[in-house]
Structures are given as structure tokens and as C-alpha cells.
């Protein structure tokens, strides 16, 4: 472990750091508990100075931000390979409620559990399917999210992975029958992710994740190092 | 009533939700990130209002700011920090960005001008923002030595990088890292004691 950035972290917070610093730091927090526990508090800091400034903004400004995401769809999913569009998927009320009481109800213990298994106590109005570890990654984890409603947002997998080795990435699949059809790519990231699934799993199909060469292969080549069936 | 412990408690479930919205974002949902901007939009808009000292300009970098949650939510990575850091970190880089390509430099430099003395005027102004909370964290500031609420209004609102502010007040770049994190760090126990007497 390299010496804490304990200067840095300050700023870091605050969100003035140049980006071959932040990147620094950040690969620091991945591994450094202490590190993130001081974050935690500098951010309560760095928030507190951002809300001095609050100001109420244009009331079209909303409907700027969000139908300029809902018009270009049809690139998106060129671009990411496929999503189909999605519909607004609406949180139920109930379950949204449901589940802040049910997070204030763990009181400390909450604290204590680590991000992925945060990430995946978040998701509200979907499916969760854990996918098994196989073994040839170890401590990979990974859940697929289908939403309840199946016009909705498109299905993605939560993933905790290791950093692929060079010249490599992790792909998504979904196996049908016998016939793998590719499903994502995940190229130069690592720790807890999401990717969105170009290829919509239908009920009887199994999801893996294997490593591939970068940029993806047409067929796995390696063992899946997750696997789950819908 | 405020407890440490409730106050921790609600910012941890918040902190869930907002990991929640990430994930549905990154998986195309435009409506979360309406629901992203519902949550923190007053803020992001206000800090960029303030930094680039235009509503119209700061409309426009928000709208930029959203759209790059919007490509970048499936590289958000929860241990790196709080998804409104992240977004906050989001806002002001378009807001440099924006101030680096298009502002004009009299504009720029004047908006930094005014951001060193900014935490000062605050502490007097009390028309601004009628919320208590506000007033509390600009009175927390209002009590930090003269160098460090310097140092924190360059970086915030002025957009300057450390390294930045060390050149601009011919102040040894380690004695700049040093006051940013000393200041934050009282303001962090300041506002720690507030919620403590609340």
C-alpha cells in the first residue's frame, strides 16, 4: 500500500483535484479502508460548502436534461450495441419507502457492508438473479437486475471483478441453449461496475462472464468466471 | 431532533438511493437521471451559478454536467466516493472546462477575483439564502483563519487547481495542500458539533 494521501484527500473532496491526481487518489480509496472512512466525512464537508450556493434553476431545465437523454436512443443503442429503448421505469412509491426504513432499520450494521453488496441492497423495481462464482476469479461477484416491468430499462449486471491482464476484457454472455450470444463488454474497469446487457435474457437462459481478448469475441474462449441461470 | 446517529443513518440511506439511481442510468433509464437532478439539481446549478457568475451560462454547463452523468454512470465507482461528490466533481470540471474554451479571460479572471473574498462577504450577507442550515455552514467558515477560507474559496468557487493557487499567491504548493486540508478538516468537525447541538 502506498502512503496515505492524506493532503490530497481534502481536495479530493472538494472535487479541485487535476484528473491525473483524482485518478491517483482514487486507486488509493479502492484499496484503503481508512482512507475512505476520512473521505466519508470530508465529503459531508465539501457538500455543506456546495449548499451555501443552492439556487433554484430554470423550471425547463429539468425537461432539458432528461429529453435529451429519452430523444437519442436509437444512437445510444447503436453505440453501446443494442439497447432497446427503454420506458421510464417508475420506482412503486411503496417500495421505494419500503426499503429507506428497512436501510435505517440496520443502523450501524448497514455501515459496516462493503459497496457491491450496497450497490445491490439499492436496486428497487427489479429481479435479482445472483450469478455463482466458478472459481477461476476469485472473489469476483455478480447479480443480474432485470426490472419487474419488462418494458422497462434494459436488464444490467452489477459485477465485482478483478482488473483484467493486459490486452484483455471482461465479456457478458447469454447462453441459449447452445448458443452463446455476446452481451457486453467491460474494457479497462475494475472493482464494482455496471453493464448494461445488449442481449435481454429470457427465462431458461444462463448469464456468464468470461475473459476475452479487448474489444470481445464473437465466441467465449475461457471459462466463465460468473455464471447464473434466469 | 437531530442525532449524530440519525443524521449518519439518513445520509447513509440517501447514499443508497443514490447508487440505485446510478445503476438504473447506466442501464439507459432517462428518468432516473431526472429523478438524479430532482435530488441535487439546486445545488449543482447554484455552484455553477456562482463559479461562472451567469444564470444562462450556468444552465447550459449544468445541462453539459447531466449529460455527462448520463455517459459516464457505468464508470461510477461507489468506493471512490458519494455519487453527489462525483456529480459535484462533474459540474465544476464543465464548469473549468466552459471558462477555459469560451469564457472570456477580463470575465474569468474577475469571477476569481471575487471568489477569494466570496466566503467573507457571505458571512455578512444574510439575504441570499434564508435556510438556517446555510447560515450555520457560512458562520462555520466565517471562523476558519483568513489563509485557509482563502484557500478553500480559489479552489471552490474559483475552480483553481492547488497547484493553481500556489502560483497565483506565491505560496509553496505543500503550504496550499496543507491549508485546503486543515481548513476542511476544522470546517468537517464545526459542522460535526452543529449537528451534535441540533
Known amino acids: 500500500m502506498t502512503d496515505h494521501p492524506r493532503d490530497d484527500l481534502a481536495a479530493y473532496a472538494l472535487g479541485t483535484l487535476d484528473t491525473a491526481e483524482q485518478r491517483m487518489v482514487g486507486a488509493h480509496l479502492d484499496s484503503c479502508a481508512t482512507c475512505r472512512e476520512e473521505l466519508d466525512a470530508l465529503e459531508e464537508a465539501a457538500w455543506a460548502l456546495a449548499e451555501t450556493a443552492a439556487a433554484p434553476a430554470p423550471a425547463r431545465l429539468r425537461e432539458r436534461i432528461v429529453s435529451r437523454e429519452r430523444a437519442p436512443r436509437g444512437r445510444l443503442g447503436a453505440l453501446f450495441g443494442g439497447l432497446r429503448a427503454p420506458v421510464p421505469l417508475a420506482i412503486p412509491l411503496a417500495l421505494a419507502l419500503a426499503l429507506i426504513v428497512a436501510l435505517v432499520g440496520l443502523g450501524s450494521a448497514r455501515r459496516d457492508a462493503d459497496t457491491y453488496t450496497r450497490a445491490v441492497a439499492a436496486v428497487v423495481g427489479a429481479r435479482l438473479v445472483a450469478l455463482s462464482d466458478t472459481g477461476e476469479a476469485p472473489g469476483a461477484r455478480g447479480t443480474l437486475v432485470v426490472p419487474v416491468d419488462p418494458g422497462a430499462s434494459a436488464p444490467y449486471l452489477i459485477l465485482e471483478l478483478p482488473s483484467a491482464p493486459a490486452g484483455h476484457a471482461w465479456e457478458a454472455w447469454v447462453v441459449r441453449g447452445d448458443r452463446a450470444i455476446p452481451a457486453g463488454l467491460v474494457e479497462d474497469r475494475a472493482g464494482v461496475l455496471t453493464v448494461a446487457l445488449t442481449e435481454a435474457p429470457a427465462a431458461g437462459d444462463q448469464v456468464a462472464v468470461t475473459l476475452e481478448r479487448s474489444g470481445g469475441a464473437s465466441q467465449p474462449t475461457t471459462r466463465p468466471v460468473l455464471a447464473g441461470r434466469v | 431532533m437531530s442525532t449524530p446517529d440519525v443524521v449518519s443513518r439518513d445520509k447513509a440511506a440517501a447514499g443508497l438511493v443514490d447508487v440505485g439511481l446510478i445503476g438504473r442510468i447506466a442501464a439507459g433509464d432517462a428518468e432516473a437521471l431526472g429523478e438524479l437532478y430532482d435530488r ?153 458539533g452543529e449537528a451534535e447541538q441540533a
Request: aromatic share 8%; charged share 30%; glycine share 8%.
Open chain 2, 40 to 192: 441535487y439539481g439546486r445545488v449543482v446549478f447554484g455552484v455553477l451559478y456562482r463559479m461562472l457568475g451567469s444564470p444562462e451560462v450556468a444552465e447550459e454547463v449544468t445541462q453539459d454536467a447531466f449529460h455527462s452523468v448520463w455517459r459516464q454512470a457505468g464508470s461510477y465507482r461507489p468506493e471512490r466516493g458519494a455519487v453527489r461528490t462525483w456529480l459535484l466533481a462533474i459540474g465544476r470540471n464543465a464548469a473549468i472546462d466552459w471558462r477555459r474554451t469560451r469564457g472570456k479571460r477580463t470575465e474569468r479572471e474577475a469571477v476569481i477575483d471575487e471568489a477569494a473574498e466570496l466566503f467573507e462577504e457571505l458571512r455578512v450577507e444574510d439575504r441570499v439564502l434564508a435556510s438556517l442550515r446555510a447560515e450555520r455552514i457560512r458562520a462555520a467558515v466565517g471562523t476558519l483563519p483568513v489563509e485557509q477560507r482563502q484557500v478553500l474559496a480559489l479552489a471552490f468557487w474559483g475552480g483553481l487547481s492547488q497547484s493553481e493557487i500556489a502560483e497565483r499567491t506565491g505560496t509553496p504548493l505543500g503550504t496550499v495542500k496543507s491549508r485546503v486540508r486543515l481548513g476542511m478538516t476544522k470546517l468537517r468537525e464545526r459542522l460535526a
